[in-house]
């Protein structure tokens, strides 16, 4: 049960915006397939637009508390939201990169799991810092009762604070971002590696060995799978505000002007990206 009451999806949503934003998209999609048709490149764009999407909308699922959590005066991780999903999606590029020969259904698991893996051990180390360095219960400041286990938080919030510490909800919410984050990452830097640049810079460089191409590639695409990621990232910050406790909180019912924000982003990013090499 909510404390506040959570504001619909669409609070703070310029209409008017947001229509141009999707345009613009469209239009880079339409671009895309007169130059290159319906071949790997626009499919690449397709699912470089998708991974960001879901960078986008998994890091509303981070619990991210700031400068108040490290006091003990809210919940949450104690640092900022750009930082925290930055570190979940480059722990899900490491571990989706390895895999990239295996294809992509292997490669994405892999980035899915190592950044759910990384905030799933960044969670249990605050917690414990929590509650054994600080002598601090978790409890939510946004719920009177955990959603997942039904555990009442209100008698355990310190009077003048947000609440404190970690709560079940936040920890799964922490996993599942982290799960989202690495899987989009790990898409971006799988299609471009694949589908755009080993051919590419193949064809480029001439006939010679694959084994010249595949480190320049495998740069490009760390390089702009990592931007990719953090500009996402930071959209999602701006548009959560501050802090956000995870899936419970009312500030996680902006989502949707996150995910729209962050897929027109990445189309924008994304046909830069393929146009170095393929234009």
């Known amino acids: ?45 397709i699912a470089i637009i998708i991974g960001g999407a879901l960078i986008g909308f998994g890091v509303h699922f981070v619990p991210v508390g700031g400068a108040p959590a490290a006091m003990g005066q809210a919940p949450g991780i104690a640092t900022g939201v750009a930082m925290l999903a ?19 259904v292997v490669a994405c698991a892999g980035g899915a799991i190592g ?19 600080m002598g601090i219960p978790s ?35 922490g996993i599942v971002g982290g799960f989202l984050g690495g899987l989009g990452g790990t898409l971006i830097y799988y299609v471009l ?7 590419k810079l193949a064809h480029a460089l001439g006939a010679g060995p694959l084994a010249n191409v595949t480190p320049i590639a495998i740069s490009l695409a760390g390089i702009f799978a ?39 982003a990445s189309a924008v990013c994304g046909i830069v990206a393929i146009a170095i090499v393929a234009v």
């Not at 049960?1 to 949503?13: D, E």
């Not at 051990?121 to 929590?130: D, E, K, P, S, W």
């Open 1 to 45: 049960m909510s404390v506040t009451p959570k504001p619909a999806g669409g609070v703070g949503m310029d209409m008017t915006a947001m229509g141009l934003a999707i345009l613009l998209m469209l239009a880079i999609i339409g671009v895309a397939w007169y130059m290159f048709g319906l071949s790997l490149i626009f499919y690449a764009l």
């Open 86 to 104: 930055g570190g979940a999606g480059l722990a899900g590029l490491f571990g989706g990169a390895w895999a990239a020969d295996l294809g992509i």
């Open 115 to 133: 950044g759910a893996l990384m905030m799933a051990i960044t969670c249990m180390f605050v917690n414990v810092i929590y509650v054994y360095g």
């Open 139 to 173: 409890a939510s400041g946004k719920a009177k009762v955990d959603p997942l286990t039904g555990d009442t938080q209100t008698e355990y919030k310190s009077q003048g604070t947000e609440g404190h510490g970690l709560p079940f909800i936040s920890f799964v919410g």
């Open 193 to 199: 590696l694949k589908w755009v640049y080993v051919e």
């Open 226 to 264: 990592i931007g990719l990621f953090l500009v996402n990232a930071v959209l999602a910050a701006y548009n959560i505000t501050g802090t956000i406790e995870g899936p419970h909180d009312p500030k996680f019912a902006r989502w949707p002007r996150a995910v729209v924000a962050t897929a027109v």
